[in-house]
Each structure stands twice: as structure tokens, then as C-alpha cells.
């Protein structure tokens, strides 16, 4: 099974800062990664996939990169709604798996 | 736009059989080109794979659960079943289906359910 890591497993941060989170596959993956936000006592809503694809509807200050093993994901400029907890997944192979997470609290 | 809704007991005694259903409506499982997926996530923490159901019956299941799922479709209520067989406090999570297809990821989730497995 592939095995994802995200860091920081959390991060405080400011409305208006530019943050990155990133995800490590332990083999390559291509790009078939997503990203998703996930809010106290709700589902993961999806983000990105294909690595840098945005989801429709989901704003642009919000952007993926990456392919292979090495992703990460960017806030351009972070607000209030943003601080949550980010997950990044593989669908490259089966079982399909996800990162630990990452929550990323106001500072 | 499809949506999905799991339903079934919130409370399960240990080593008995945990069974939850997903009802999908605005669209048809039968329709094909989808997989009908089960994860969990236990409390406070991240997200497992449990497996995926397409609607001719055929299954994936994650090797960590194998021995213990069995996910089952039933077109003709448009709803797909995950049963978890010989359950303990560590299956005690928020049960999610969702829909994938074999190249795209997780997307449209239901909003989860959470099981408790206690005497």
C-alpha cells in the first residue's frame, strides 16, 4: 500500500498569509493525487485533483503542484473560512489512501 | 447532482456485525462508470479506505478490513450496504460513502454517520 505523509501535522497562521502544505507519496503516484478540506462534523469537500486541477466552485487563492511523490498545496491569501483540517489522498492504486492530515489554526 | 446518505444503527455491541446503508439519489447507480465506496474515519483523526462496490456486484476491498467487509449493491433501491463483521472499540469511526471512478478521486461524500461499538 502507498503510504502518504502530509507536513506540518499543524500550523498557526493569519488571515491574509500565504501558506503551503505539503504531501509525500512513498512511491510514485503520477498525478493522480487530490486534496480536500474538511471542517468539524462535515465531509471532506474536494479541492483539487490531478494534482492541480481545481475543483469547480472552489476559489483561487487555493493551488496545487506537483507529480511523482513530491505535492503541495497553497493558500494564496488565507481567510477565515480557510482554517480547517487538509487532507491530501492518492488514486493511484487501490486501497486508495490518505494523508494524516493537516490543521491549520488561526494564530 | 448526486447526493448520498448513509443510514443504520449508531450504536453496535462488540463482536457483533455493523451494517450501514447508502441511498443515492439524483442519479443511478445502475448507470455505470462509478465505483460506491466506504470510508471511515475514527474520532479525531485521519481517513481509511474501506472498499468500493460497482454496480454489477464486483468488489475492492482494503487488505486491512478484508477478512471482516462485505459491501453489497441493490440497484433497484438505488442503495449499496457495508457490513463489518466482528467488531471492536477500534471500528468506533464516522462512516462515509461516497463515489468515485477508477481515475478520479472521493467526490460527492455523504455527510457520515457515526458508529459506536460498546457494550
Known amino acids: 500500500a502507498i503510504r502518504m505523509t502530509q507536513s506540518p501535522s499543524s500550523f498557526s497562521a493569519s488571515t491574509g498569509d500565504r501558506v503551503t502544505i505539503t504531501c509525500r507519496a512513498s512511491q510514485g503516484i503520477s498525478s493522480y493525487l487530490a486534496w480536500y478540506q474538511q471542517k468539524p462534523g462535515k465531509a471532506p469537500k474536494l479541492l483539487i485533483y490531478?494534482?492541480?486541477t481545481l475543483q469547480s466552485g472552489v476559489p483561487s487563492r487555493f493551488s496545487g503542484s506537483g507529480s511523482g511523490t513530491d505535492f503541495t498545496l497553497t493558500i494564496s491569501c488565507l481567510q477565515s473560512e480557510d482554517f480547517a483540517t487538509y487532507y491530501c489522498q492518492q488514486y493511484y492504486s487501490y486501497p486508495q489512501s490518505f494523508g494524516q492530515g493537516t490543521k491549520l489554526e488561526i494564530k | 447532482q448526486v447526493q448520498l446518505q448513509e443510514s443504520g444503527p449508531g450504536l453496535v455491541k462488540p463482536s457483533q456485525t455493523l451494517s450501514l446503508t447508502c441511498t443515492v439519489s439524483g442519479g443511478s447507480i445502475s448507470s455505470g462508470g462509478y465505483y460506491w465506496s466506504w470510508i471511515r474515519q475514527h474520532p479525531g483523526k485521519g481517513l481509511e479506505w474501506i472498499g468500493y462496490?460497482?454496480?454489477?456486484?464486483?468488489?475492492y476491498y482494503n487488505p486491512s478490513l478484508k477478512s471482516r467487509v462485505t459491501i453489497s449493491v441493490d440497484t433497484s433501491k438505488n442503495q449499496f450496504s457495508l457490513k463489518l463483521s466482528s467488531v471492536t472499540a477500534a471500528d468506533t469511526a464516522v462512516y462515509y460513502c461516497a463515489r468515485m471512478t477508477g481515475t478520479t478521486p472521493v467526490d460527492p461524500w455523504g455527510q457520515g454517520t457515526l458508529v459506536t461499538v460498546s457494550s
Open positions: 490531478a494534482a492541480s
Open positions: 462496490i460497482y454496480y454489477s456486484g464486483s468488489t
